[in-house]
């Protein structure tokens, strides 16, 4: 079994991994935009105690509680 510290490293490799097909590590991405890239759905759910989630199955999708500041949904 993976510990947390195990965890945050190996989704730290695979962020870098999608970083370096981009332009550069300075410059802001959209998450948005990504994730369309990825093939995976985004989601907005109107309930007001969801930050955010990941679901892998039956397809990648991201579910992100509509009800939160623009800058979490973000």
Known sequence: MLTRKDLARK??????????TKENFVNPICI????????IGVWFADIPSLEGMY??????????GSERPAGRRV
């Open 11 to 20: 989704a730290l490799a695979a962020a870098l991994e999608i970083r370096k």
């Open 32 to 39: 948005y935009d990504l994730a369309e890239e990825l093939n």
């Open 55 to 64: 679901s892998n199955s039956p397809r990648p999708a991201i579910i992100i």
